[in-house]
């Protein structure tokens, strides 16, 4: 019997013959607000099998607010997010770097910030030694949303055709944070690094893969050379469809990617299948709001045939707004059941 960390070792390395696919539970505040008895049952009769670990810091951030709650909250970075909605997190309404800063001159106002450096290494490391989970480290560089917040996401979009020299100097100075933030993890006893942006909309990126390709490819390449290079593995988070950034993942050795599948079609995603391990996820669009649990059983055993191969996949789903909770619960019990064959 594999403990989680070798479970999930063994299933990122496609080596699983005889385990069952790794659990992880994603649970939006709203999900413990509306059905704390179901969340709480979930997690019981499905123990997940990664976790995230965090640190205190030595030196506090300029955070301030709950992300999720009604009203105002603060990042660490010093924009502003407006929540109308209570359990989700809010958006960015006034940027930093406004329409009336066309050349990014107010970039040094824009708060880096270096407290996040400051957690306890130690606190993380004894966290490590006392789970025989797969351990997560507790940042997550996000470069591409957190020009978004920075500059509005409109904006970022037309800076990206023709972008202003005090841009390019900002998207270093932040790339050289979230570089030096991910070696500082990397020297810790977590297993995995990971990072994130959401890149696509229903059909396709949000900008043109070749953007793409020019700005943040080599961003993401440091990020996977850091974790492979203190031996770790490293994950990434994508919402929408983002089939045309795919194969450059690979390239780069990406070895687990959270993406909405059937937004993207299953069958599509077959070509990579023991390439990258895919970290869920079943469709919180339509199938875990609104498909009865037969749906959920047949979308699970989709996934799996498709994509499954001595591992490569990671019974992952996100509880949140509108999600069922008996549609949450059917998919570990058929991700268990179409694996106890190999427990």
Not at 27 to 34: E, G
Not at 232 to 252: A, R
Not at 284 to 303: C, E, F, M, S
């Amino acid at each position: 019997m594999m403990t989680s960390r070798e479970l999930v070792l063994a299933t990122l390395e496609f080596r699983n013959k005889t385990g069952r696919a790794p659990r992880q539970i994603w649970t939006l505040p709203w999900a413990n607000q509306h059905y704390p008895k179901e969340v709480d049952q979930l997690f019981h009769d499905f123990p997940p099998d990664v976790t995230g670990i965090g640190a205190p810091l030595a030196e506090p951030t300029i955070a301030k607010g709950d992300p999720c709650a009604i009203g105002q909250y603060t990042d660490e970075f010093g924009c502003v997010f407006e929540n109308i909605h209570g359990g989700i997190i809010g958006e960015v309404k006034n940027p930093q770097i406004g329409e009336d800063d066309p050349d990014w001159d107010g970039t040094a106002h824009v708060h880096i910030p270096e407290e996040m450096l400051t957690f306890d290494r130690d606190f993380v490391n004894r966290a490590c030694a006392g789970t025989d989970m797969f351990t997560q480290c507790g940042c997550t560089p996000r470069p591409f949303e957190q020009l978004q917040f920075i500059r509005g996401t409109v904006n970022l979009y037309m800076d990206l055709m023709d972008p202003p020299p005090k841009m390019i100097e900002f998207m270093k100075r932040l790339h050289d944070f979230y570089c030096r933030q991910l070696t500082a993890w990397a020297k810790t006893d977590v297993d995995a690094l990971s990072f994130m942006d959401d890149w696509g909309s229903q059909r396709g990126l949000l900008i043109s893969p070749k953007l793409w390709v020019e700005y943040f490819k080599p961003m993401y390449r440091d990020y996977i050379d850091i974790a492979h290079s203190h031996g770790k593995k490293i994950f990434m988070h994508s919402d929408g469809h983002i089939l045309d950034i795919y194969p450059h993942l690979i390239e780069l050795g990406l070895d687990a990617i959270n993406s909405q599948l059937f937004c993207m079609g299953i069958d599509s995603l077959a070509q990579f299948r023991g390439k990258i391990t895919f970290w869920g996820e079943i469709d919180r669009q339509h199938l875990l709001p609104n498909g009865t649990v037969q749906d959920i059983d047949a979308a699970v055993k989709k996934v799996h045939n498709t994509l499954w191969q001595d591992g490569g996949c990671i019974a992952q789903l996100e509880f949140g707004p509108g999600c069922r909770p008996e549609n949450a619960y059917q998919a570990f019990k058929t991700w268990d059941e179409i694996t106890s064959n190999r427990s």
